[in-house]
């Protein structure tokens, strides 16, 4: 596609629900990275994969969290049991490449994000 | 380990005066450093990239930063602010090498004034 795409944009849940949240990369993107952006701060990193590998989830919060992709392509980010402290944007971003040698991290390209809110 | 520090959380300029967005950073190694730009309601996108070439980047929309080492510092700055430049500013900072984690500073938001 021509960019990355996320859906739903805006999610709605009450305590204790689970979501999902999907993301579809820039097509032939190796890398993808989910953010959690909470109101008035910067993106804070939770998980990379690298095709359909998970390689970091350092950053996911508890274990209520939890990342797929399956087929290396399209990825869905699920949180069972929102909590209200979950309320954020849920930013997905792809690259070419996780890395390039010699210059650090490839330019990393965002989805418009889902606003999660839970009641 | 790396960190980036946004010195101004709000930065209010008249539109056609230039802009500086001041952003200094922390590293044991030569970063790759980016700015994004994120308007509401919209995604990231990303304004320029410096890697290890040229200390003086230039992106879209008019915009340049300057990477002094000397400084750890890398500002953005453009010569003439425009209202659609009305916006968050994020200053973004990596590890050499393999890292691929993004280390984020709090953001600036530009305002623009008539």
């Known amino acids: 596609g021509a960019g990355v795409s996320q859906s739903p944009r805006y999610k709605v849940a009450k305590r204790g629900q689970d979501v999902a949240l999907r993301c579809d990369p820039i097509?032939?993107?190796?890398?993808l990275f989910w953010y959690q952006q909470a109101l008035g701060q910067g993106p804070e990193f939770l998980t990379y994969?690298?095709?359909?590998?998970?390689?970091?989830k350092s950053g996911l919060p508890s274990d209520r969290f939890f990342a797929e992709r399956p087929e290396g392509s399209v990825s869905t980010l699920k949180i069972q049991r929102t909590q209200q402290e979950d309320s954020a944007v849920y930013l997905c971003?792809?690259?070419?490449?996780?890395?390039?040698?010699?210059?650090?991290?490839?330019?990393?390209?965002f989805g418009p994000g889902t606003r999660l809110t839970v009641l | 380990a790396q960190s980036v520090t946004q010195l101004d959380s709000h930065v209010s300029v008249s539109e056609g005066t230039p802009v500086l967005l001041r952003c200094n950073y922390s590293?044991?190694?030569?970063?790759?450093l980016f700015w994004y730009v994120q308007h509401p309601n919209k995604g990231l996108q990303l304004l320029l990239k410096?890697?290890?070439?040229a200390t003086l980047v230039k992106g879209i929309n008019g915009f340049e930063a300057e990477f002094k080492k000397s400084e750890t510092s890398f500002h953005l700055t453009k010569p003439s602010a425009h209202m659609s430049d009305a916006a968050e500013y994020f200053c973004?900072?990596?590890?050499?090498?393999?890292?691929?984690?993004?280390?984020w500073g709090a953001g600036t938001k530009l305002i623009i004034k008539p």
């Open positions: 973004v900072v990596s590890g050499f090498g393999s890292n691929y984690q993004l280390i």
């Open positions: 410096y890697t290890s070439a």
């Open positions: 097509s032939g993107h190796v890398s």
């Open positions: 971003a792809s690259s070419l490449v996780g890395s390039v040698a010699g210059e650090g991290a490839d330019t990393q390209y």
């Open positions: 994969f690298q095709n359909e590998a998970q390689l970091d």
């Open positions: 590293s044991s190694y030569s970063p790759s």
